[in-house]
């Protein structure tokens, strides 16, 4: 079975602190996103990655950094937290577009997400 | 660019009733369609997909048509259960590439002994 895996459910920080949210997948996936979830706003995109060290802005990228040093990992750093930055995180994986069954329509695999509270 | 728009929520029914949950859709092309579904507690998982037009995803019995007459892929069941309580996202690719998937925001269900 796929697995995405996110370091921590619940987190609690305070305003300045930096925080890094870390997911990682056990299927050999290329490509992983980060997103944040929000009431009435759904789910929008911070960062991707196509692969190893790459990085990709996405709609939402100001006050946050990702890193992608092997594979399987990719974090998650606001490196000085924000009261509206509080949020769940969720991380997601996929095969490359045109891989795999999964990949060709592009499937998602979430971890279950990490609530971050900013006080 | 490419977008979805799905019903507002809340949406609350009695068990056994018929679901309809809107979804339409912006984009150029016929890309692919999803609905994921988010469980409470629980990240999101995909639910169904549609990757040309005319073509019916379906699962868990959950359907959904792809329509490009009227571009939309709304989600329909015909009874649901308490079990189907639950955060209901419609979703397509987009960005450069398609390689970022665009989500709806969300529509929440309630059902009801």
């Known amino acids: 079975d796929v697995k995405v895996t996110q370091s921590s459910r619940y987190l609690v920080k305070r305003t300045g602190e930096k925080v890094f949210l870390e997911c990682v997948q056990d299927m050999d996936h290329e490509n992983m996103f980060w997103y944040r979830q929000d009431p009435g706003l759904g789910l929008r995109l911070i960062y991707f990655?196509?692969?190893?060290?790459?990085?990709e802005k996405g709609d939402i990228p100001e006050g946050y950094s990702v890193s992608r040093e092997k594979k399987e990992r990719f974090s998650l750093i606001l490196e000085s937290a924000s009261t509206n930055q509080t949020s769940m995180y969720l991380c997601?994986?996929?095969?490359?577009?045109?891989?795999?069954?999964?990949?060709?329509?592009?499937?998602?695999?979430f971890g279950e997400g990490s609530r971050l509270t900013v006080l | 660019g490419d977008s979805v728009t799905q019903m507002e929520g809340p949406v609350t029914l009695s068990e056994e009733a018929f679901l309809t949950i809107n979804c339409t859709y912006t984009?150029?092309?016929?890309?692919?369609l999803f609905w994921y579904v988010q469980y409470p507690g629980e990240g999101l998982q995909l639910l169904l997909k549609?990757?040309?037009?005319?073509d019916k995803g379906s699962n868990k019995g959950f359907e959904a048509t792809y329509r490009k007459e009227t571009t939309s892929f709304h989600l329909e069941k015909g009874s649901v259960q308490v079990s189907d309580s639950a955060v209901y996202f419609c979703?397509?690719?987009?960005?450069?590439?398609?390689?970022?998937?665009?989500f709806g925001k969300g529509t929440k269900l309630s059902v009801i002994p």
């Open positions: 549609a990757t040309k037009a005319d």
């Open positions: 997601a994986s996929r095969l490359p577009l045109g891989q795999g069954h999964s990949g060709i329509a592009g499937e998602l695999f």
């Open positions: 979703a397509l690719p987009s960005g450069a590439g398609s390689y970022q998937l665009t």
């Open positions: 984009a150029t092309g016929y890309p692919s």
């Open positions: 990655s196509y692969d190893v060290k790459m990085k």
